[in-house]
């Protein structure tokens, strides 16, 4: 068994959502809330904040805005990322 190396590492203080199954990006400074499952296709992404700061954001905010920026990705046919970052 072959583990690929990330690629890009994300660091950043803001609460990120992370495509799960991907090898080109991680977050390792942050934690996981839970992971949420696009209604539409199936992707799924681990949510979580900073493991040091936190945020200012709650888990529910995130995964809102997470569902909708799914969507949208959806409504004009684009591929998801395999990142996204929350605003603070």
Known sequence: MSYAAYNKSLTT???VAIKTGQTEI???EHNGW???TCDD???RFC???NRIYGSRQSEG???EVLQEKLAQD???MRS???SYEFPE
Do not use: F, S
Request: a neutral charge; proline letters at 12%; one cysteine or more.
């Open 26 to 28: 991680h977050a390792p």
């Open 13 to 15: 203080l803001n609460p």
């Open 41 to 43: 296709c199936g992707d």
């Open 61 to 63: 905010w995130c995964v």
């Open 80 to 82: 998801h990322q395999n």
């Open 47 to 49: 949510i979580g904040p």
């Open 74 to 76: 959806h409504k004009i």
């Open 34 to 36: 839970g992971i949420l």
